[in-house]
């Protein structure tokens, strides 16, 4: 059984920072893109993404310069560095693996639970 598995999330002023994690288990994720994405609203918007293989980077311009996403193959875990947090970083944050390189949820094909992050002002 697949499955990816979201933490780190909290409540945490403007400026400050959080480090999420997602732990993936049931198959292995060699060329796949995982991805971050989060939802405030009624849309589910990308936020980064990582090749698995090649550790190749991709950012939404909201967040380029802020957040950094990695991947640790040894502990089959990706994270998701978020520096600078502004209150309009507030959202619940998914992690998600799909074998196309896409900023659309619609190509990611597997997800986690969500975790929540609340940035104050």
């Known amino acids: 059984q697949v499955q990816l598995v979201e933490s780190g999330g909290g409540l945490v002023q403007a400026g400050g920072s959080l480090r999420l994690s997602c732990v993936t288990s049931?198959?292995?994720?060699?060329?796949?893109?995982m991805a971050w994405f989060r939802q405030a609203r009624k849309e589910r918007e990308f936020v980064a993404r990582i090749n698995w293989s090649t550790n190749s980077t991709y950012y939404a311009d909201s967040v380029k310069g802020r957040f950094t996403i990695s991947r640790d193959n040894a502990k089959n875990t990706v994270y998701l560095q978020m520096n600078s947090l502004k209150p309009e970083d507030t959202a619940v944050y998914y992690c998600?693996?799909?074998?196309?390189?896409?900023?659309?949820?619609?190509?990611?094909?597997?997800w986690g639970q969500g975790t929540q992050v609340t940035v104050s002002s």
């Open positions: 998600a693996a799909g074998s196309r390189f896409s900023r659309s949820p619609n190509d990611y094909t597997y």
């Open positions: 049931g198959r292995t994720f060699s060329g796949y893109g």
